[in-house]
């Protein structure tokens, strides 16, 4: 097996200590950090996500997935930057104003990294105006927002509005979920995009961003 199947293995297996070995095995075996990136890291989180999205997988195994994800990103970060790897598009993502729920949020900003994404994470009750300014200063193509509560998931349409009154709602994607957000909901409120769960979280961006 080559050092890239190992390490896209051991992200599946959700081995941390063995990730960021390999992670380093593999660079200093003179692979580039793109290829140890897409071929490595993000191939096994692919493998994590279609399992997730079937069944196979359950949140844990894929929390799990993603801290062994994130140790082999540790050491390829830099190499990363020095390489000029650029992200393949870049999320705002938070939970919404008033609510402090963020498992599902760190799943789908995990599962977004693994992806090739970058993700500057806003955290739990994001006011509209702080998803705003961060999409501006990051040059963000998409914001994503989460919500668990009926009563938050109404914030969600004062960002959309924020947005618009502002004369900005064309420069950014907003894509919306969490337990009692639906489709109907985001047709409602405007949002460009909605989904169930993390894996189809990605599939919806990889759609903005081809
Ligand atoms: Co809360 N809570 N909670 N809670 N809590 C719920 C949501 C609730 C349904 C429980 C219940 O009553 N049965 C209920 C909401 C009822 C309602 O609004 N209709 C509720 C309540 C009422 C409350 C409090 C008000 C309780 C109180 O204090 N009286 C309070 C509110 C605090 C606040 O936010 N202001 C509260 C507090 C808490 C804890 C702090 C104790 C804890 C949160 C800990 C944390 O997140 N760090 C908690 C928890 C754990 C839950 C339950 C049990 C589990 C939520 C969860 O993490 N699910 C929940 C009941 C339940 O759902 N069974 C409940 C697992 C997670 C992986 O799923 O977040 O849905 P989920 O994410 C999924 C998808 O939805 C999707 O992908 C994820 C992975 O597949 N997804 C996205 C999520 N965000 C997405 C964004 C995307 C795309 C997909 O694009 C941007």
Redesign the pocket.
Known sequence: MSLLQELCENVIAGNAPKCEALTADALDSGLSAADVLNDGLVAGMNVVGEKFKNNEFY?PEVLIAARAMKAGMKVLRPKLVEAGVEPKGRLI?GTVK????????N??AMMMEGAGFEVIDLGVDVAPDKFIAAAQEHHAQII???A????TMLNMKDTIETLKSQGIRDTVKV??????VTQNFADEIGADGY????AS?IDLVKAFLP
């Not at 989904?195 to 993390?198: E, G, P, T, V």
């Open positions: 949140v993502m008033g609510d402090l729920h963020d498992i599902g949020k799943l789908v994503g927002m989460s668990l509560l009926t009563t894509i919306i979920g969490g337990a009692p989904s169930a769960d993390a979280a």
